[in-house]
């Protein structure tokens, strides 16, 4: 999983080359806006009718899929995006109080938390700007985060 670095505007070219890669794929609509999102940083509302049109769909159905995917931003990141995973393994082993951390003293981060990354044998796991870090502690954090030139 990859996100722009920032957020950019809507750009119906760049959502007609994500639909030209992936709107042929079986169950298109998953693969095409997570593109979106991967191209832009979020699902602008304008694409949904260019998605729908495109994948032959309502846009009922395209904003409904949007809507229950909380992955999918529907609003533009207020800054740099910081992942932090509350699923059960990273939970057992401080996920939540990392969160919590996260989400105090780092409000110049856009901060999500997510569901699984992929490293539960690493827990805590945290994806900051698309890169993934494990065994994430908030000392480690603060540091990730002060690197990324993403001081709060
Ligand atoms: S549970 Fe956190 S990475 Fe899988």
Redesign the pocket.
Known sequence: MSTAASAAPYDPAAVARVIAERGHLDGALMPVLHGVQEALGWVPAEAVGQIAQALDLSRAEVHGVISYYHHFRQQPAHGPVLQV???????SVG?EQLLQHAQRHHHGCHVEAV??????AQ???VMLQGQPHARVTAEKLDRLVAEAGAHA
């Open positions: 995973c509350r699923a059960e393994s990273c939970r996920g569901y699984c990354l992929g490293l539960c827990s805590p796991a």
